[in-house]
């Protein structure tokens, strides 16, 4: 990676992810691991990078993400807010169209916790009448 580099912090559910955007050809690097790899899921990748597409700037910037905890799903929500959030350190006139697109919100959905008596957070057991 180069030397000059944007990075933003992204979390969704329990996943924290670290984007750092840095001047390229577009190449995508999660854990160590090539982008395509790590998230193999169809359509990951495009929520991942889906801020850039918004953006316009697909392919000119490499991106390096450091994903940890949660699942799937999560790892792939931080990893798009943490790029959209490094975008706008790039360039503060992205903000309008990265809101459009509805990518700097955080979404705060996260698991309910379990209740005492009940099977999970709102599961009752089955009632029996004898």
Known sequence: MAA????GVGRRKTSTARVRLAPGEGAVICNDKA????????????????????????GK???????????????????????????LKVNEELRKPLRKAVLLTRDPREKERKKPGLKRARKAPTYTKR
């Open 4 to 7: 000059q580099y944007y990075e």
């Open 61 to 87: 910037y490499d991106v390096s993400i450091q994903v940890k905890g949660g699942g799937v799903t999560g790892q792939v929500g931080a990893a798009q807010l943490g790029c959209a959030r490094a975008l």
């Open 35 to 58: 982008g395509a790899e790590y998230f193999p899921r169809q359509g990951d990748m495009d929520l991942v990078l889906a801020p850039l597409t918004a953006a316009g700037l697909l």
